[in-house]
């Protein structure tokens, strides 16, 4: 049976590490203080929003909350971003997505200011993952090298497999494990013999957004298993893209949902959040 990576405890402990590194930088009379956009009410994005801006006062940052109705045009959009970029009060700036059909997502997330670019979707950040210099990194893909580190899980030298080429997720989390000496492969909807690829996986991450797609046979026999995915049923019952019940009896380590890779991304945006406060 694999053990449970338990992302709720670990982003709890990264919390209480940022807490007191706050409670430093306000000693020294630094603030911080987070622009946190929605447009819409999507249910989801109000719970992820709400948690967003409960974690800043956790740690002790300041967030400003702009919930912005349905019919916000882009320009009016763009026009919020532009007062908050020149705006010397706040250090982040996130745009929670996904945005309504009518906004164009590149267009908001090139207009949002890489300095402030808590979220590090960014041009100028995802280009300097590519390079291996400092600068903002995707916060779930962060947050899962956390939970692999923080679990003594070794990454160098190990045949990793990244099911899933978003640019939030599956491109920057490549770039992060090679960054740490994974040998990597990206898979996705065109690869041939997925289940082949899956199966030479010490570490696999998952993030096809398919509710249970991933089944025991997909894994090698102690593999590290990572789910990104999370669906709602009719019932509110949540689940990966993995199925757990099979998957844990093959893997050694392996994320939950909930409670897995999910609250990471919040404990890392946090994170994020410290570093621009430095800046
Ligand atoms: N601007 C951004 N938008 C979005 C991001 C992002 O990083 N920046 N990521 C996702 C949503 N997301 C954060 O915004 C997020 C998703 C899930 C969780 C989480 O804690 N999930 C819980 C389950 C919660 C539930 O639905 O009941 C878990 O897995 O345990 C936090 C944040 C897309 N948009």
Redesign the pocket.
């Known amino acids: 049976m694999a053990k449970i990576i338990d992302?709720?405890k670990i982003s709890a402990e990264i919390k209480e590490e940022l807490k007191n590194e706050v409670a430093q930088l306000k000693a020294q009379g630094i603030e911080g203080t987070l622009a946190v956009i929605q447009v819409g009410n999507d249910p989801?994005?109000s719970?992820?929003?709400n948690?967003?801006k409960k974690a800043c006062a956790y740690i002790g940052i300041n967030s400003e909350s702009f919930e912005l109705p349905e019919e916000t045009t882009q320009e009016e959009l763009l026009a919020l971003i532009a007062k908050l970029n020149a705006d010397d009060s706040i250090n982040g700036i996130?745009?929670?997505?996904?945005v309504p059909k009518h906004i164009d997502e590149k267009t908001i997330i090139n207009a949002i200011s890489p300095k402030k670019d808590v979220?590090g979707?960014h041009p100028e950040s995802v280009g300097s993952l590519v390079i291996g210099q400092p600068g903002f990194v995707?916060?779930?893909p962060a947050g899962i090298i956390e939970l692999l580190k923080r679990s003594n899980v070794t990454i160098d030298g190990k045949n990793c497999v990244i099911v899933g080429r978003s640019n939030?997720v599956g491109k920057p989390m490549a770039l992060l494990m090679l960054r740490e000496n994974a040998t990597v492969t990206i898979a996705h909807s065109h690869t041939k013999n997925l289940k082949e690829i899956c199966q030479n996986a010490d570490i696999l991450i998952i993030a096809i957004g398919k509710r249970e797609f991933i089944t025991g046979d997909y894994i090698k026999e102690g593999a590290v298993v990572i789910d990104v995915g999370?669906h709602?049923d009719e019932n509110n019952k949540?689940a990966g893209d993995v199925k757990y019940d099979e998957a844990e009896k093959k893997a050694s380590q392996i994320t939950?949902?909930?409670?897995?890779?999910?609250?990471?991304?919040?404990a890392m945006?946090m994170n994020n959040c410290v570093k621009a406060m430095k800046k």
């Open positions: 992302g709720k989801a994005s719970v992820y929003v948690n967003k996130l745009v929670q997505l996904p979220d979707f995707s916060c779930t939030i999370i709602r949540l939950p949902v909930p409670g897995g890779v999910g609250p990471m991304t919040i945006l």
